[in-house]
């Protein structure tokens, strides 16, 4: 994702930027004070809850945790896990925050690839997943696992949380305009400094084009996340493997499908559905997004070249 037009300090617009849940974060407000403090205390709290990198997260010490007991979590975590089961449910299982031992098994996690694995391989760990082996509960907040192996990561919808969290923290703190954005997770409310909407640049799905636009969204008030496979991907004897694993199957997504931007008003929910849709594929996935009434761009590899397919809800939005 990249902001057009540059937004640095401009009048009362201040950025602010670092670097946070393993990627970077950037910030341009307009605020009463000055609000990098509040902007690092939300993030830190963000990562402190559901970092699987942190071995003493809340998330972490959850995973290590043994079946069959309720785990004390904060609202916002269960909120979260409630989100993604929701996810989970809607998508039939195409989204699915358990996924990450089928992810390390294709050699997309921390640890190093040794080859693509064998079928009872990938048999034998689809067994340990799945959200239906994790509930969530309210008052007081908590998660509970069933099954031993179970892994719960949510890369795939926390960053999004984590913007949606910068964005209230900064309204409550007086601001009134501001784009926030995390790992390339967006969330724009107010003008921009130019007092227009903002503009947000969608990148060409493409290694070979780092920087290329494929498209401009014009953002007043919400949020928006890309989901592509064009940055992680591996090639074994000619064949191309997506990082992006169908918990269904166990196997990489086999479809065309480079990269797929969601608009929604939170940026947890556009993370979310926007890792949903890459996982559903083009067809699969616009169906999706038409029932859902969602603003979606879709951008597939047809030979050799890229093809987009919008829905009416995203139309409405693109910068011509």
């Known amino acids: ?12 617009y201040v950025r602010y930027g670092g670097t946070t849940m393993g990627t970077y974060y950037q910030v341009t407000a307009r605020c009463p004070q000055d ?15 559901m970092s699987t990198y942190l071995p003493n997260s809340t998330l972490s010490k959850f995973n290590a945790a043994p079946p069959g007991e309720w785990f004390p979590v904060s609202r916002e975590l269960a909120e979260v896990v409630a989100a993604a089961g929701r996810l989970y449910r809607e998508s039939g299982g195409a989204f699915d925050v358990t996924v990450g ?16 694995p064998a079928p009872d391989a990938v048999q034998a760990t689809l067994g340990s997943i799945g959200h239906r082996h994790l509930a969530v509960a309210f008052d007081p907040p908590r998660l509970r696992k069933d099954h031993p192996e179970l892994y719960v990561d949510l890369s795939a919808i926390a960053k999004g949380h984590g913007v949606d969290r910068v964005v209230q923290r900064l309204s409550a ?15 724009g409310t107010g003008p921009s400094p130019s007092e227009r909407p903002w503009r947000i640049g969608i990148e060409v799905p493409d290694p070979e084009s780092q920087g290329g636009i494929q498209r401009v969204i014009r953002l007043e008030e919400g949020a928006v996340a890309t989901s592509g496979d064009y940055r992680n991907f591996i090639e074994r004897d ?7 694993i169908d918990p269904r199957t166990g196997y990489p997504v086999q479809h065309g499908l480079a990269s797929v931007t969601v608009l929604h008003e939170s940026a947890m929910w556009a993370d979310g559905y926007a890792t949903l849709l890459n996982v559903l594929g083009p067809e699969e996935g616009y169906a999706f997004a038409r029932e859902h009434g969602l603003a979606a761009l879709f951008v597939i590899r047809t030979d050799g070249r890229f093809e987009e397919r919008y829905t009416p809800e995203l139309e409405k939005v693109l910068v011509r």
């Open 1 to 12: 994702m990249l902001l057009l037009g540059g937004c640095d300090s401009d009048g009362a």
């Open 35 to 49: 609000v990098e403090q509040a902007i690092q205390q939300e993030l830190k709290a963000v990562n402190a809850e």
């Open 101 to 116: 031992p089928l992810v390390n098994l294709w050699g997309f996690g921390p640890l190093e690839a040794r080859g693509l």
């Open 173 to 187: 703190a007086g601001c009134d305009a501001m784009l926030v954005d995390v790992g390339g997770e967006v969330r």
């Open 238 to 244: 000619g064949v191309r493997y997506s990082h992006t």
